[in-house]
């Protein structure tokens, strides 16, 4: 702890400047880190309290820009210059002009313009919430945009290393910053908690820094690296001096942020039209539920469709939302249907408890990532399996277990704390075999293909005494999410 206080008190000494004065004069050499320092800030920062979500860049961000042809891009230097300048007048973060940022605007125009109204109409959503949020914290209210590079906003998006949710938070980061994940819940992907989560981390990075351009630059490549590069720039503090220094992930990354902010700036100047959103967050509501329910027990009984019940819960990873004492779960709908799923609670309640009856197969069993569970060896295991099952390592199940060696027997008990759900979501549907030979009926049947904005709910209401959980039996569908335009449905006739 003395080693972190040491740290701290370099880094908020030396960048203890306010973001927009002298920020781009060099720092005397008596005021670099020296070696030490940065060794000490990558491992008692970067690899602990601070340390990096991201780990590689979103699919936002245009690799190899420089190498795009934008000549056609009807966007003049000039115009270009003049219009960041009226942004950087407004924001803590230096938009200033440079060559390789209007390479990066014109591609985005170019090449993704085509994604923007669908994108803007996500915005509507999300951006007041997050502004809230920013707000509260003492964030800039433009770091919304960062989401936009992250993930574009997408609260269920994950990376190939893991980094989840509308800010890409890796696993072990969100368990620093109390956004926990069970068997059904991950609370990197509740846009709520997880805003929370990275208000909190950008406020400790600009503690660090005091310049919110090396915030954002820290927040994806951690704030070691910005250290170092500072230190090998010479003691430039500007983002586009050190930005060589930087690891190339986070030399595109910053840009694109400065590109997103710009274009939802002159949106209109650029035709960019937002679609109508779906749904805007004040429009909705939570209610706290008191018994495990599905989201197809609610659309069924309420008449909301699962997919916006999707859109709006995107924490819960098996469109279950699980009743667990002293954890308070909650369902977010639409405010205007709130009162209609209060009034048909107790219905939702039985309905489930119905589905439960017939269920040949429980529910996974709840259980919180990192907290022990004691795993029963079966015949087929090794160590590389079952670390593969849980997410994590064969030597952290050797240490946890005191195992000297890798032998395994069948029946033997062993100490797990998992770092991702054990049982996929296949495993949790009732075997074909058994299934067909319960709860398929026999006879005639008509053949429904499924139309682009179908839900269970809507198909089973095309048919006459035919309910969502019938549609589910007869096709063996465990979750809404299973079915996509152009699936074939068995409905078998009364």
């Not at 107790?346 to 040949?360: C, P, Q, V």
């Amino acid at each position: 702890m003395r080693n972190f206080l040491v740290v701290f008190f370099i880094a908020t000494s030396v960048f203890a400047q306010s973001p927009k004065d002298s920020t781009y004069k060099k720092i005397t050499k008596a005021d670099l880190f020296s070696d030490y320092d940065i060794v000490l800030i990558d491992s008692l920062l970067m690899d602990s309290k601070y340390k990096s979500p991201l780990y590689e860049t979103s699919t936002y961000i245009i690799k190899d820009v420089e190498n795009k042809d934008v000549s056609n891009v009807a966007l003049t230097t000039e115009v270009l210059k003049e219009r960041l300048q009226k942004v950087n007048a407004k924001t803590p973060f230096h938009i200033a002009y440079n060559p390789a940022l209007e390479k990066v605007i014109k591609s985005y125009l170019k090449y993704r313009k085509r994604y923007y109204p669908a994108l803007m109409a996500k915005a509507e959503y999300y951006f007041p919430m997050f502004e809230r949020y920013l707000d509260q914290f003492d964030v800039p209210l433009e770091m919304k945009y960062l989401a936009i590079v992250e993930s574009a906003l997408d609260p269920t998006a994950k990376s190939r290393v893991g980094a989840t949710g509308l800010w890409q938070f890796m696993y072990t980061t969100g368990v620093q910053y109390n956004l926990k994940v069970s068997s059904y819940v991950d609370e990197r992907q509740d846009p709520v908690r997880a805003t929370i989560a990275a208000c909190k981390y950008l406020s400790n990075l600009y503690t660090i820094f005091g310049d919110w351009d090396l915030a954002l630059a820290a927040y994806n490549s951690g704030p070691g690296n910005v250290a170092k590069a500072i230190k090998r720039s010479g003691g430039y503090r500007n983002y586009w001096n050190i930005r060589p220094f930087l690891p190339q992930e986070t030399a595109s990354y910053v840009p694109a942020f400065y590109a997103t902010m710009y274009l939802f700036e002159y949106q209109k100047e650029h035709n960019l039209i937002a679609a109508p959103p779906q749904i805007r967050h004040f429009e909705t509501d939570t209610i706290q539920i008191k018994k495990t329910i599905s989201f197809d027990h609610v659309s069924e009984t309420t008449g909301i469709s699962s997919e916006l019940i999707q859109f709006l819960n995107p924490a819960y990873k098996l469109d279950i939302i699980p009743f667990v004492e002293g954890k308070n779960y909650a369902i977010r709908l639409p405010r205007k249907n709130a009162f209609n799923f209060i009034e048909n609670e107790n219905a939702i309640y039985t309905l489930a408890a119905e589905d439960a009856s017939k269920r040949e197969k429980p529910l996974p069993k709840y259980f919180e990532m990192d907290k022990r569970i004691r795993y029963k060896v079966k015949s087929g295991d090794f160590l590389g399996k079952i670390a593969n099952k849980f997410g994590v390592r064969i030597s952290e199940i050797k240490r946890w277990n005191r195992l000297k060696n890798s032998r395994l027997k069948v029946g033997q008990r062993l100490s797990i704390y998992p770092k991702k759900l054990a049982i996929p979501k296949s495993s949790v549907k009732v075997s074909s075999t058994k299934k067909n030979t319960k709860s398929n009926k026999k006879g005639a049947y008509d053949l429904y293909t499924v139309q682009k904005g179908d839900s269970l709910w809507t198909i089973s209401r095309k048919f006459k005494n035919v309910s969502v959980d019938e549609i589910k039996k007869w096709n063996d569908i465990w979750s809404a999410k299973s079915i996509k335009p152009g699936t074939k449905l068995k409905i078998y006739k009364s």
